[in-house]
C-alpha cells in the first residue's frame, strides 16, 4: 500500500517537472517561445517621464511601446494603473489620466476603449484604480475622477453598465486606489487622497471609516495574501504600513536611507485592484 502511494506521488512530482521545465523548455528549443508578460505604464509629470504603456513577450529582455487610437488618430496616453484580470490572464485593463477606462483581450496587443451604455464612465476621467471581483468576474468597481468629483463605480456585466456607488463631499479630491476582498464580491477598500481609508462589506450601500488621518495619500497596496497588511505611499513618496487592516501604521525605513520610494508593488499573486500614479510594474 506504501509503495502504491509512493509511486502515485512520483508519479505526479514527474509530470509537474515535465509541465514546468521540460515542456517550455522544447517549446523554445523548436522556436515556439513561451510569452512572459510584462508591462510598464507611464505618467507624465512635469515632462520628468514620457508617458504611455510598453509591453514584453519576454520576461523583460525586450519592449515595446504600445501605439493607440481614437476615431482613426493616434493618442498618447498617460497611464495611472494597469490590472490583469483574476480568471484570465489575456484580460488586461489600463486606467489613464483624462481618457477612460481601456481593455485589451489579448494580452495587451490591441487595446480598446471602455464605453458603458448610460456614458456614467465618462471617455476623459481619470482612472486611478481598477478591481475585478475572483468571485464573479463580471463584476467590476473603478475609482475614478470627473467632474471633478472622486468618485467609485460598479458594474455587474463586464462594464456595459456603471452605477455610481460612492462619491466624496466637497471637489477637488479623487479616490486613489481600491481592493476588492477575493472572499466576497461585496467587500472593497478604497483610499482617499486626503487620507481617508474606508471598507463596505455591502457593495457600497453603507461604508465604514477606517481613518481620516493617515496623511494625503498617493497610491495604495493590499497584499493578497494577507488582507490586513496595506501599504501606501503617501504625498512626496513616503511609504508607510498597517497590520491590522489600516487601524495603525508605521513607516516603512528603505535601505536605511529614509523612506521615500516613487513607487511599490507585491509579487506573487494579485487578487484584489491596485491604484496609484506615476509608474508601475506588475
Known amino acids: 500500500m506504501l509503495f502504491a502511494k509512493l509511486r502515485i506521488f512520483l508519479a505526479i512530482l514527474v509530470a509537474i517537472l515535465v509541465i514546468v521545465i521540460v515542456f517550455p523548455f522544447v517549446l523554445n528549443m523548436v522556436g515556439f517561445a513561451v510569452p512572459q508578460f510584462a508591462f510598464v505604464g507611464g505618467a507624465s509629470s512635469g515632462g520628468v517621464m514620457e508617458s504611455g504603456i510598453w509591453r514584453s513577450v519576454d520576461g523583460g529582455e525586450s519592449w515595446k511601446e504600445i501605439r493607440f487610437q481614437a476615431k482613426g488618430e493616434p493618442m498618447q496616453l498617460s497611464i495611472q494603473t494597469i490590472f490583469f484580470h483574476p480568471s484570465s490572464s489575456a484580460v488586461i485593463f489600463m486606467g489613464t489620466n483624462g481618457s477612460g477606462l481601456w481593455k485589451s483581450e489579448s494580452s495587451g496587443a490591441s487595446w480598446k476603449r471602455i464605453s458603458d451604455r448610460a456614458n456614467i464612465l465618462q471617455s476623459d476621467s481619470d482612472v486611478r484604480g481598477v478591481a475585478v471581483s475572483l468571485l464573479n468576474p463580471a463584476v ?10 472622486g468618485v467609485v463605480l460598479k458594474s455587474v456585466n463586464n462594464g456595459l453598465d456603471f452605477v455610481e456607488i460612492y462619491h466624496l463631499n466637497g471637489g477637488g479630491v479623487p479616490i486613489v486606489g481600491l481592493y476588492i476582498f477575493p472572499e466576497s464580491s461585496n467587500r472593497l477598500l478604497i483610499a482617499t487622497a486626503n487620507g481617508g481609508l474606508l471598507k463596505t462589506n455591502d457593495a457600497g450601500k453603507s461604508w465604514n471609516a477606517i481613518s481620516w488621518d493617515i ?6 497596496n493590499v497584499n493578497p495574501l494577507n488582507p490586513n497588511e496595506i501599504i501606501i505611499r503617501k504625498s512626496g513618496g513616503k511609504i508607510a504600513r498597517s497590520l491590522d487592516g489600516g487601524k495603525t501604521w508605521a513607516d516603512i525605513n528603505i535601505n536605511g536611507s529614509g523612506n521615500s520610494a516613487p513607487g511599490f508593488y507585491y509579487s506573487g499573486p494579485r487578487v484584489g485592484g491596485i491604484g496609484g500614479n506615476g509608474v508601475n510594474i506588475f
Not at 140 to 149: F, K, M, P, R, S
Open 215 to 220: 496623511g494625503a495619500i498617493a497610491a495604495i
Open 140 to 149: 467590476i468597481y473603478l475609482a475614478v475622477y470627473q467632474n471633478g468629483q
